[in-house]
Nanobody, 121 residues
Framework: VQLQASGGGLVQAGGSLRLSCATS????????MGWFRQAPGKEREFIAT????????YYADSVKGRFTISRDNAKNTGFLQMNSLKPEDTAVYYC???????????????WGQGTLVTVSS
């Protein structure tokens, strides 16, 4: 499975962005999908995950209520809707696919390249 994240950009605080994670291959629907981010000088952190049939979603406390993870298995694409963005959300965002909808890097097998989100104050 190959993943490619897109949709990042520059946005003012309070604004919204929608990230997409396009995947290749027919097996995307059998994997959980997660989003992580890495801010400058910080370690990569978990943001959100969704199970392969969208039955379960989990969010980091820092984004709960502001971000929404979703997926369209028919289009082999995942999404991260980000609302009420804050300057501290500035980071490179990564999508990943794995067998478990977990919160650890090690739960994921495949990773996409990142997309940069910059939130100005």
């Amino acid at each position: 499975v190959q993943l490619q994240a897109s949709g990042g950009g520059l946005v003012q605080a309070g604004g919204s962005l929608r990230l997409s994670c396009a995947t290749s291959g027919r097996t995307f629907s059998s994997y959980a999908m997660g989003w992580f981010r890495q801010a400058p000088g910080k370690e990569r952190e978990f943001i959100a995950t969704i199970s392969w049939r969208s039955y379960s979603t989990y969010y980091a406390d820092s984004v709960k209520g502001r971000f929404t993870i979703s997926r369209d298995n028919a289009k082999n694409t995942g999404f991260l809707q980000m609302n009420s963005l804050k300057p501290e959300d500035t980071a490179v965002y990564y999508c990943a696919a794995g067998r478990v909808a977990g919160m650890m890097d090690s739960d994921y097998i495949y990773w996409g390249q990142g997309t940069l989100v910059t939130v100005s104050s």
